[in-house]
């Protein structure tokens, strides 16, 4: 069985750091892209950052120049390094991973999935 967990987040002051990480594990034959996504109070879920199959990375342009996503392909693990955190960063943070799995009892025949992970808070106020 697929699983996406998530860690790192909690209560920072404003201008400071933290960083996500999101495990995926299970039998998973190709990771197509992961990435980034958060949902403030009364807002809607919106992308802050995705890494794609090619390598290129995409991020929302509230946070350019501050966050950095990055994965461990041998770990399934990403990561979102946030830097010069402000209030408005408060909020809940998902992470998404768009994966491929071989069907069981196939030869070659394969499956694209999604999965979300269960959220992490993260909290910017002094």
């Known amino acids: 069985q697929v699983q996406l967990v998530e860690s790192g987040g909690g209560l920072v002051q404003p201008g400071g750091s933290l960083r996500l990480s999101c495990t995926l594990s299970g039998g998973i034959f190709r990771i197509n892209a992961m990435g980034w996504y958060r949902q403030a109070p009364g807002k809607q879920r919106e992308l802050v950052a995705a890494?794609?199959?090619?390598?290129?990375?995409h991020y929302a342009d509230s946070v350019k120049g501050r966050f950095t996503i990055s994965r461990d392909n041998a770990k399934k693990t990403l990561y979102l390094q946030m830097n010069s955190l402000k209030p408005e960063d408060t909020a809940v943070y998902y992470c998404?991973?768009?994966?491929?799995?071989?069907?069981?009892?196939?030869?070659?025949?394969?499956?694209?999935?999604?999965?979300w992970g269960q959220g992490t808070p993260v909290t910017v106020s002094s």
């Open positions: 998404n991973a768009a994966f491929r799995v071989l069907i069981p009892g196939t030869e070659g025949k394969y499956s694209d999935l999604e999965i």
């Open positions: 890494d794609t199959a090619g390598g290129s990375t």
